[in-house]
């Protein structure tokens, strides 16, 4: 991956601030910065989780300016406050390929791995990450990891559960949780020795809809916000 490259910095934290606070601001540094490459006239992808309601709030005070933006939800909680907060939202086989997709991750590894789906949507963000021209990740700096590690969040169906999770092995169903479109959530809680070998088993684990292992060439560029301000880190996405 390219060196960071640094912007600026969020103000000093006072004495006062809690840890969770402090990542709070930085969660809404990171979504600022990556607003900020949304412009009127986009398709745009918007993803699910704690760090993308940020971008909502700053792309709902520029819903004025980006009136002919269509965006594009991966889950009903972000799709209705979108909406709220004025921006258009439309379905993904009605707006087609979209400029760009901003999302946040559970996990990121130095060598660009990411671990997503703590919100259960990770299958409706990987397809819109798929379909974007440009997918931006936006962490606070506690995300970052030497290398991705469980939980890894999993897309299941429900007919025949338990035999699924016998042949994933090392795997358990979260409490009473689905994903938007109606399937169970599970967690993949063995090692991670080989990102891209584990990646290809579950995928081919039938019963398995989809995992939260996000290639490294999904990514165009991962927006970071931390203690010495906001970074960028370019993907492994090629560029056209």
């Known amino acids: ?7 600026e910095a969020p103000p000093p934290l006072s004495d006062n601030e809690t840890d969770e606070a402090t990542v709070g601001r930085y969660k809404l540094a990171a ?40 965006c594009v939800a991966t889950s009903p909680a972000t799709a209705q406050i979108a909406r709220e907060l004025g921006l258009h939202v439309h379905g993904l086989d009605e707006v087609g390929e979209l400029d760009i997709a901003i999302d946040g991750a559970d996990q990121v590894a130095r060598d660009g791995w990411l671990v997503k789906g703590g919100g259960g949507a990770h299958t409706r963000e990987k397809i819109v990450a798929a379909a974007a021209e440009r997918f931006v990740v936006i962490v606070s700096a506690e995300k970052l990891r030497a290398r991705v590690g469980p939980p890894v969040p999993l897309e299941v169906l429900r007919f ?19 994903s938007p479109d109606g399937n169970l959530i599970a967690d993949y ?11 290809e088993r579950l995928s081919a684990t039938p019963g398995v809809v989809e995992h939260g292992l996000f290639a490294p060439e999904m990514v165009s560029e991962i927006v970071v916000a931390g203690a010495d301000g906001v970074r960028r880190r370019a993907g492994g996405k090629p560029t056209a």
């Not at 809680?189 to 990646?199: E, F, I, K, N, S």
């Open 189 to 199: 809680t063995g090692p991670v020795q080989d990102a891209r070998r584990l990646a």
């Open 31 to 70: 979504a600022r910065a990556a607003a900020e490459l949304v412009q009127d006239g986009m398709r745009v992808g918007l993803g699910t989780g704690s760090t993308v309601a940020y971008l909502l709030a700053a792309l709902g005070e520029r819903a004025d300016e980006l009136g002919r933006a269509r």
């Open 1 to 7: 991956m390219a060196p960071d490259r640094a912007s």
């Open 160 to 178: 025949g559960v338990q035999r699924t999770l016998l042949a994933i092995g090392d795997a358990q169903l979260r409490a009473a949780h689905a």
